[in-house]
């Protein structure tokens, strides 16, 4: 069974074939003085929460993410690392289920500078040519904390008339987004007011001059301070005030083209906006669900474990991944590495996931994450999901020759399923990075008679190190491998010296 789920030029693509195979062996309580930043989002361990008064966002920009593979990595704002354990995997919907996937390579740009200077991120305007059936693709905030009944969701506001809801306005000419105004009973579930303000934030610094964002982002006067003073004394007119303001303020600039054109200086995207974006999606697709996502058989290679934003993040850069590359993950659970690729870098983006389950998760994932991208007026590369076993999927088989970055996750992988691996890595081309949490190539490994026929030769490894809350089955830091496919005459070449 296949689905194709595209639109017109310049649109993300999302597709999905199911194949079946063997199994590989293979966010707030009640208010109060500071609302909260931790991320909106279920998650099976203790979380960390920080004050939102105490992350503040500045209007100075961040700097772009440099080409410098050594660069150190700042996110505009902290994030809880803790997230359900997992995998990737993927999804989507079709208005056709007869229509084949399309593995054919996306239509490359021209050449394409070290810091992807061709990269169009805006779409604003473009809403004319997009599927007539995106609208109805996002999930709502408001559908969401209207069908929980588990969170013990209350008022914002203790005045006794009741939730209330909002609408927010993205940078876009798209329809506001609603909210219910509550608060969960624990601060780990999706806290729709927080969300609010944070979303503010972010468009307010990412989509406005900085003289115009200085004021946006006021410490006293400007639209997230009056929102968390409306909130701290309980006067939901003023909140629902400042709220409608920000939107008719936001209105006024996309109409003018300010938006569009301050988007259009930029080539990359600012880590804390990529995910903000992201973590919506999840919080309104995956959290309801994240208990499922515990359920694994341990002891097998069906192991389920999460590489964090910021983690996806420096692989992107340390592989150089672009705009005209190809990202496969092998093990993709809910798709998020495959998602943060397609918006961070603009590349075409693909993941493999056996569990079915996450396989759903990440379809559900693909379908809000285009068209809340598109509400955010953000350009993103196009998206390919399969369900199956990826030692054996057709589509991955056809993938892999022109795949530039393979991400996976083999941190608890048997020796066996790491074989397999190697042999399909075979079909590389040369100069593809391997990222995997185990090595397939250990460093400073020599050439000997004994071994110079090994797959393990064909790649040259380094190894890397990854930070505190950067995986979620650890609050500790911890390495990792980029290893590259190494040309046949140069392995030659490398097997003589080693033996001389």
Not at 178 to 193: A, H, S
Request: proline share 6%.
């Amino acid at each position: 069974m296949s689905f194709f789920f595209g639109g017109k030029k310049g649109n993300a693509t999302v597709h999905t074939v199911t194949h079946v195979a063997q199994k590989k062996p293979s966010k707030p309580s009640q208010p109060i003085p500071k609302p909260k930043t931790n991320s909106a989002r279920a998650s099976p361990r203790p979380v960390k929460t920080l004050s939102v008064s105490s992350t503040k966002v500045t209007p100075t920009r961040s700097p772009k993410p440099a080409v410098s593979a050594r660069e150190r990595i700042v996110s505009s704002r902290s994030r809880n690392s803790s997230t359900p354990t997992q995998q990737f995997s993927s999804d989507s919907e079709s208005d056709d289920p007869d229509e084949e996937i399309d593995l054919a390579p996306a239509r490359k740009r021209a050449k394409v500078e070290e810091d992807d200077l061709d990269r169009d991120l805006c779409v604003i305007g473009d809403e004319a040519d997009e599927d007539e059936n995106e609208e109805s693709r996002l999930v709502q905030s408001m559908d969401v904390t209207s069908a929980d009944t588990t969170s013990g969701l209350r008022s914002a506001f203790d005045d006794g008339a009741g939730v209330r809801t909002g609408e927010l306005q993205y940078p876009s000419h798209h329809a506001p987004e609603k909210f219910q105004l509550v608060y969960p009973r624990q601060e780990k579930d999706y806290r729709p007011v927080v969300d609010i303000i944070e979303t503010i934030e972010q468009v307010a610094l990412h989509y406005f001059p900085p003289a115009e964002s200085k004021l946006l982002l006021d410490e006293s006067n400007g639209y997230p301070a009056r929102l968390r003073r409306a909130l701290n004394k309980q006067i939901p007119a003023d909140f629902e005030a400042a709220l409608a303001e920000w939107n008719g303020q936001l209105r006024a600039a996309v109409a003018a083209g300010t938006c569009t054109r301050h988007l259009r200086t930029q080539h990359t995207l600012d880590l804390a906006l990529a995910d903000k974006i992201y973590w919506q999606t999840y919080a309104r697709t995956v959290s309801p669900s994240v208990d499922r996502l515990r359920r694994y058989n341990a002891g097998t290679d069906d192991v389920y474990g999460e590489l964090l934003p910021r983690f996806v993040h420096a692989i992107l850069r340390e592989t150089g991944c672009r705009s005209t590359h190809t990202f496969v993950d092998l093990g993709s659970g809910v798709g998020n590495t495959v998602l943060q690729a397609a918006l961070e870098a603009g590349c075409e983006a693909w993941g493999c996931e056996l569990e079915p389950e996450r396989a759903r998760l990440a379809a559900a994932q693909a379908r809000d994450f285009r068209a809340r991208c598109r509400r955010w007026g953000l350009r993103i590369g196009r998206i390919g999901l399969v369900e199956g076993d990826f030692t054996k999927h057709p589509a991955i088989t056809k993938l892999l020759p022109r795949a530039d970055v393979v991400l996976v996750n083999n941190e608890k992988f048997s020796p066996f399923l790491n074989d397999a691996l190697l042999r399909m890595f075979l079909d590389l081309k040369d100069g593809t990075r391997v990222v995997s949490l185990k090595s397939f190539a250990p460093e400073g490994k020599k050439v000997t008679e004994r071994n110079e026929n090994s797959m393990a030769n064909m790649l040259s490894s380094r190894k890397m190190f990854f930070g505190s809350d950067s995986v979620s089955w650890t609050d500790s830091g911890g390495e990792y491998h980029i290893a590259v496919k190494v040309p046949y005459a140069e392995r030659v070449d490398g097997q003589k010296r080693g033996r001389e």
